[in-house]
């Protein structure tokens, strides 16, 4: 279970980067809402799954999956780089996230 909730957290703060995104777009109240209950949530599903799972790799695992799944949701969103390095180094990171858990 503290698996499937770091991996609910990781998602959670993709989307609250998503709200930081449309915050800066467009200044309304809900946004900012959105934006706090993201992080909020995110780090409340952090803190679960740390009970179980070492703080180090569940931070590893939580910021990969936060970073990696930003800079794709930019690049699929706001039409953002695709360069070809860009694309290997975010997959450098997700199977970094991957083998910390194969060795966990």
Not at 6 to 31: C, D, P, T, Y
Not at 75 to 88: A, F, L, Q, T
């Amino acid at each position: 279970m503290a698996w499937i909730s770091l991996i609910v957290a990781g998602f959670l703060e993709m989307f609250g980067v998503l709200m930081i995104n449309k915050l800066h777009m467009n200044r309304n109240w809900q946004s900012l809402v959105l934006l706090i209950l993201g992080f909020g949530a995110s780090f409340l599903f952090l803190a679960y799954s740390m009970k179980t799972l070492p703080m180090g790799t569940a931070y590893a695992i939580w910021t990969g999956i936060g970073a990696s799944g930003g800079a794709i949701l930019g690049m699929i969103m706001y039409d953002e780089s695709k360069d070809w390095k860009r694309v290997v180094l975010i997959a450098m990171i997700l199977g970094a996230v991957v083998g910390l858990k194969i060795i966990s």
